[in-house]
């Protein structure tokens, strides 16, 4: 696309305005057209989970309560994380000054991390349920779980902060732009390093130790309910439970296959150069890769249950206006 002379810069008024480039072309607007469906789709998913779980009083359990922690934070990412992603595609400029940069940037990271620490939440109590379920109801209660909750966004928002700080991206005054109209966070790559440490190999561990459980003791339960068949009838009720305990760890292995999916690629990336813009390709490549894992939560954790199904027809047929 071809720019008049006065449509060259960002603010054509500011002598250091940054060059405007707007990205245009079949491939582009398909690529914005799919970006922006993923967005809308992720919103709408997220959605459905938090009206579902906040409008049905069956449905509030500590399980569903972080299912539900999860989804706000998967919403925030729909939201706002993508569409403004979506916007810096199109066009490099950024017209709304270093405040509303700086806290696009908060929103970010404390989407993303809180989605981490819902995750690792929903691993330790799927483990206690499935390790230890004649005390589960009394280990894990609705009200410790809010205050889990509670403390997993406090310590997210904590840690955004504190990141923001020391790379010098929290206040709009410490943003280092090489032009006016740019919205670039420079990270310090020993920041890096423990951002990879934090955020990335301390949870994934913990969800990966916790699942290799949960896996050993399906496994176990299976074994021993084959074990115990005598009769016909009996092995039909080991059949049912043996196909149950399958789909539960077909399950918890989609979840940890699309977390390491969604998040390897982008630290082995961040790792590899010291300064990274936002507007690099391969940041945005492998950035896109972690705000589809919003997407897919709702899938995972949601559709696959009869409860949400079920939840989702009642509010599509607006059935819960109805007294």
């Known amino acids: 696309m071809l ?3 006065e449509d060259m810069y960002c603010f054509p008024e500011d ?6 480039e707007v990205r245009t072309g079949t491939g582009n607007i398909f690529l914005f057209t799919l970006l922006s469906f993923i967005s809308v789709c ?7 989970v938090i009206i579902s779980i906040s409008h049905f009083k069956q449905l509030h359990t500590p399980t569903n309560l972080l299912i539900l922690s999860l989804a706000v934070a998967d919403l925030l990412v ?7 992603n979506i916007l810096g595609l199109i066009e ?9 940069c700086v806290i696009v940037f908060v929103i970010n990271n404390l989407s993303t991390v809180a989605s981490l620490c819902s995750l690792t939440f929903i691993a330790v109590d799927r483990y206690v349920a499935v390790n230890d379920p004649l005390s589960y109801s009394i280990k894990i209660t609705f009200c410790k779980t809010s205050v889990f909750i ?9 840690y955004v902060v504190i990141f923001l700080y020391f790379n010098d991206n929290l206040l709009p005054s ?7 109209g740019e919205c670039v966070m420079y990270i310090k790559y020993t920041w890096m390093t423990v951002d990879l440490i934090v955020i990335f190999v301390t949870p994934c561990s913990i969800i990966l130790i916790l699942y290799s459980f949960i896996f050993n003791v399906a496994r176990r339960q299976a074994i021993a309910v084959r074990s115990l068949i005598n009769s016909t009838s009996n092995r039909r009720r080991a059949r049912g439970s043996f196909t149950s305990e399958t789909k539960a760890a077909r399950t918890l292995g989609i979840v940890v296959c699309v977390y390491l999916v969604c998040w390897i690629p982008f630290y082995l990336s961040s790792l590899s150069v010291e300064n990274m813009s936002s507007f690099s390709l391969v940041w945005t490549v492998f950035g896109w890769l972690v705000y589809l894992n919003s997407s897919m939560n709702p899938l995972i954790y949601a559709i696959f249950y009869p409860w949400f199904r079920a939840s989702v027809k009642n509010i599509l047929t607006c059935r819960i206006l109805k007294s």
């Open 150 to 158: 509670i403390a997993g966004w406090f310590f997210s928002l904590l």
């Open 92 to 100: 490099n400029c950024w017209y709304f000054g270093n405040m509303a």
């Open 78 to 84: 729909g939201l706002v994380v993508m569409p403004v």
């Open 174 to 180: 410490q943003i280092m732009i090489r032009c006016h």
């Open 15 to 20: 002598n250091s305005s940054c060059i405007k």
């Open 42 to 48: 992720t919103v709408f998913l997220n959605l459905l």
């Open 3 to 5: 720019l008049h002379s």
